[in-house]
Nanobody
Framework: QVQVVESGGGSVQAGGSLRLSCAAS????????TSWYRQAPGKQRERVAA???????NIADSVKGRFTISRDNAKNTVFLEMNSLKPEDTAVYYC??????????WGQGTQVTVSS
């Protein structure tokens, strides 16, 4: 059993910053990619950032230059650093861990609210 827990969400004013954390625990498995998704009310879930096993990263165009993804392998934790936040970044942010075997594990989500 794998548990994925996100933390760090909250409410900020436009232009502010937040740092989200995604921690994995449970059965040992090989992580292929850890991704951050977000879903705003009435919109589809979209991937905003990902970090792969080899350390390479992918950032969505909508947040490029403002969001950074990083990881601490020793702590099995992935971070999403969000700067220059905009009201349109308001959403529930989810972490998904995909194993090398093709299984995907989602966290419960953390709310990010950006006010203008």
């Amino acid at each position: 059993q794998v548990q994925v827990v996100e933390s760090g969400g909250g409410s900020v004013q436009a232009g502010g910053s937040l740092r989200l954390s995604c921690a994995a625990s449970g059965s040992a498995f090989s992580i292929y990619v850890t991704s951050w998704y977000r879903q705003a009310p009435g919109k589809q879930r979209e991937r905003v950032a990902a970090v792969f096993r080899d350390g390479s990263t992918n950032i969505a165009d909508s947040v490029k230059g403002r969001f950074t993804i990083s990881r601490d392998n020793a702590k099995n934790t992935v971070f999403l650093e969000m700067n220059s936040l905009k009201p349109e970044d308001t959403a529930v942010y989810y972490c998904k861990i995909a194993s090398s075997g093709g299984n995907g594990y989602w966290g419960q989500g953390t709310q990010v609210t950006v006010s203008s």
